[in-house]
């Protein structure tokens, strides 16, 4: 099936996606030049910039508000002094994924599903990532090592559900997705691919005719969870691709998380999923920040996310509340607060 291009939004920006990843912003000082703000309000970490360097993608700048240093999207990149702070309750790996990694690429921490990290990078770092810290370079293979994972997960019949993770899945290039896709869907006891990605939403341009082709010929049902925080984050060409994967036939869902500064306001909430819903993206998680070296100026209390979630449910249907969550070492699943 050869799926129509999508019917593009006039932007400035170059169309194909992999020009827009390699001339990301990854100075601290080019953002600021861009949103016209002074350094010497908000000095950043080069430190942190070290640890985690600045990757922000034009057409997320671009929903930025100029002159802002409140911006909520500003607030998820940019390196902080306060990643410099140091906490002995927190770790570079909170939730010891490295317990459950014991073949290439693959987590399986849960029962009936497997995740895979499928590609090494992202396109934008976010600052209060849980994975900042996470050995991508250890945990990608090459296709001769996938080998290994895909035969673990064909002689696992309980495994119904892959989850390709990263890094971001779509910032790996279309011929090895069709590939990797079409091994796991020649698995008879996988039936449901699950997609986690944040591409569609800072860098729009990702979701290709092609793309959506290789998605279209899967005999898995497809399910895509986006990952966004703020209404901001959304804008008309963000909303073209959601219609076009959900006039495909995928399911759509959004997890977000609680950040402090970002969106830990009821109202920010309320707009995010009502912009959501609006292109059939459906709320799934509100996630806690985990504990991670370098992001505790994030952190929202369990507290106040119990408020935030009674305040959406007396204003929202119950389909638009996510499920407060929070991941815990060992636990077999997510652990459901509100
Ligand atoms: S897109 Fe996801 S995995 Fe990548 S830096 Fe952001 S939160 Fe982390």
Not at 30 to 55: H, I, R
Not at 74 to 91: C, G, I, K, M, Y
Request: hydrophobic share 40%.
């Amino acid at each position: 099936m050869n799926t129509p291009a999508l019917s593009l939004i006039k932007s400035d920006l170059p169309e194909k996606w992999q020009e827009i990843l390699a001339d990301l912003i990854t100075d601290p000082k080019e953002l600021l030049d861009f949103l016209e703000l002074e350094e010497a309000a908000n000095p950043y970490s080069p430190v942190a910039c070290t640890q985690f360097p600045v990757k922000v993608p034009r057409p997320f700048a671009e929903r930025m508000e100029k002159g802002n240093w409140h911006d909520p999207l500003l607030r998820q990149v940019w390196p902080d002094l306060a990643e410099e702070v140091t906490d002995p309750l927190r770790s570079e790996d909170p939730l010891q994924e490295s317990d459950f990694n014991d073949k290439p690429g693959l987590l399986h921490k849960y029962h009936g599903r497997v995740l895979l990290t499928v590609a090494p990078h992202c396109a934008i770092h976010c600052r209060y990532c849980f994975r900042r810290h996470f050995d991508y370079a250890a945990n990608t293979p090459g296709r001769a090592r996938w080998r290994e994972t895909l035969d673990y997960i064909a002689q696992d019949t309980t495994i119904e559900e892959v989850i390709l993770s990263g890094g971001d899945p779509l910032a790996a290039p279309d011929g090895y997705l069709r590939w990797l896709l079409n091994e796991l869907d020649a698995i008879d006891h996988v039936r449901t691919l699950r997609i986690h990605t944040r591409l569609p939403i800072v860098i729009p341009q990702r979701i290709t005719a092609e793309l959506r082709d290789i998605l279209n010929s899967l005999r898995c049902q497809v399910v895509v969870v986006l990952h966004c925080n703020h209404h901001a984050e959304l804008d008309d060409r963000v909303f073209e691709v959601f219609s076009a994967l959900a006039e495909d036939g995928h399911l759509l869902l959004n997890q977000s998380v609680l950040l402090k500064g970002v969106n830990d306001n009821a109202a920010s909430l309320i707009a995010l999923n009502k912009a959501l819903f609006s292109q059939r993206v459906l709320p799934y998680y509100l996630h806690l920040p985990d504990a991670v070296t370098g992001t505790g100026h994030f952190d929202v209390s369990e507290v106040r996310g119990k408020q935030l979630i009674d305040e959406l449910r007396s204003q929202l249907p119950g389909y638009l509340v996510p499920t407060l969550v929070r991941e815990e070492p060992g636990k077999s699943s997510k652990t459901r607060l509100a």
